[in-house]
């Protein structure tokens, strides 16, 4: 494996700083941990809001209007706050590079502006909290995975080829080559990005299964009625050798679903409102974006 790449800002520590961490000492010992913890949160507040705010590299820019379709389609109030998200998805996570691959600034900025395009309906977004670490291949790899014998109900663990992969311990893994093409191409309704990310904000609620953490828990009825339909639809089309919209790879399971459609509704916005109203709907709600308008 490569070297870690991480853009985090060095700290210069001042007297301004020792002011402050001999309050923060303070506090600990008078109120105890939930004060470490409330501290801790705020500062990680403070400087997201300062990483938002700093400049913009013009390279990033460039980066990001080359090779991004869907970053030059974003009105603008949404293209700035995407940039600020990616500054701090860019301070926070680190990316490594494996198989032989030279990691590049190129690299990194592409996957992080598509990966925060997930975010950007949320303006007090918690940036993929369970995510720690972004590794990239310079093409498809071969990784442990259960999956399905065919139609036997058997579960086998064994090697298979992956274009990317989402794990609950904090890492995200991706193939640069598909990255690259998805990011670039948006007619086809496939992003490995969007993808694997759709598993990070899934699994934020617990173990991937479709149900990602809604605004309300009211929504939950209405999530879970329209995605079973479809999901079901989807899978009896299939059997059926008929026409489907969502990719087959999406009847694999409902975390596969949600991921797939995820993928499909800002790629594929129009077909999707058009063909799948009340899923589109729900994809709407739960990004609080509408893709169609761009």
């Keep these: 494996m490569g070297p870690v790449v991480s853009f985090g800002r060095p700290v210069r520590y001042n007297a301004a700083m020792q ?81 032989g691959l030279a990691l590049t600034e190129e690299m990194c900025v592409t996957i992080a502006v598509q990966a925060c395009m997930l975010l950007l309906g949320h303006p007090r977004t918690r940036f993929y909290r369970k995510l720690r670490s972004v590794l990239v291949y310079p093409s498809d790899f071969v990784a442990r995975q259960r999956q399905p014998l065919g139609n036997s109900g058997l579960i086998v663990d064994g090697p298979v080829d992956l274009l990317g992969q989402a794990s609950e311990t904090g890492t995200v893994v991706l193939a640069w080559d598909h990255a690259r093409h998805g990011a670039a191409e948006v007619a086809d309704g496939h ?13 934020e609620a617990g173990p991937a299964d479709g149900a990602p953490a809604l605004a309300r828990p009211s929504e939950a009825i209405d999530w879970a009625r329209v995605m079973q339909a479809e999901f079901d639809d989807l899978q009896q089309r299939i059997e059926a050798r008929q026409r489907h919209d969502i990719d087959a790879y999406g009847a694999t399971n409902p975390a596969e679903f949600f991921a797939v459609t995820t993928e499909v509704f800002f790629e594929q916005p129009d077909q999707l409102s058009r063909r799948h109203p009340d899923l589109y709907e ?13």
Aim: glycine share 4%; proline share 5%.
């Design 191 to 203: 992003n490995v990005v969007l993808h694997e990310f759709a598993h990070q904000l899934d699994m």
């Design 19 to 99: 002011v402050e961490h001999c309050l923060v000492a303070a506090a600990v010992i008078v109120l105890g941990v939930p004060a470490l913890v409330y501290l801790a949160r705020r500062g990680q507040r403070d400087r997201r809001q300062t990483l938002m705010h700093d400049p913009w590299p013009e390279r990033w820019e460039t980066i990001a209007k080359r090779n991004v379709e869907l970053f030059n389609r974003l009105p603008d109030d949404l293209r700035q706050r995407l940039r600020g998200y990616v500054q701090v998805f860019l301070a926070e996570k680190n990316f490594e590079g494996c198989g």
């Design 282 to 294: 729900q994809f709407r709600n739960y990004y609080q974006l509408d893709p169609r308008a761009w």
